[in-house]
């Protein structure tokens, strides 16, 4: 069982993972990683999102962060218990210049929202599962979306 400093070393470097530092994958993630997420903002309305490895798992972090001039996390609540992390975040972003689904904001804009990742960690303290339950319609809102293909 890990003990609540584990835990809480693992969350700070899953959110540090989302800020940028993919260099914690390999500490963080194990290699069967599964991803349990709705679907994501695209070009062109939204998209289905499948990750079943550490690598597909980089691969959804990468192009989430995809034209956003600044993208950080910080936490709001957290809990865990034994191999279970959850925490309550709020991203922090400012959009860049090429930021690929619709919105009304300018390169410079900063944006809010937030959301709730459940974690499950294997014997070893890395990352087995990620279930991610982002307030997406914050999203579109805070992004001045008027309405959403999916």
């Known amino acids: 069982m890990p003990s609540r400093e ?9 959110l540090a993972l989302w800020s940028g530092d993919l260099s914690l994958a390999d ?6 990683v599964k991803l349990n ?7 062109e309305g939204t998209a289905p999102v499948v990750a079943n ?6 691969g959804f972090v990468t192009m989430a962060r995809h034209g956003w001039e600044h993208f950080s996390f910080k ?3 957290w809990a865990a218990d034994d191999k279970y992390i959850c925490v309550r975040w709020q991203a922090q972003a400012t959009m860049g210049k ?15 929202w937030n959301g ?11 990352l087995v599962e990620i279930n991610i339950a982002q307030d997406m319609l914050e999203l579109f809102h805070a992004l001045g979306a008027k309405s959403v293909a999916i």
């Open 37 to 43: 997420i709705d679907r994501h903002p695209a070009g």
């Open 53 to 58: 490895t550490d690598k597909d798992f980089l």
């Open 6 to 14: 584990q835990q809480t070393e693992v969350r700070d470097a899953y």
């Open 27 to 32: 500490k963080i993630l194990d290699p069967n």
């Open 98 to 112: 090429d930021y690929k689904p619709p919105t009304s904001l300018k390169p410079g804009d900063q944006i809010t």
């Open 116 to 126: 709730t990742d459940f974690l499950v960690l294997n014997d070893s303290n890395r």
């Open 75 to 77: 936490v709001v609540r």
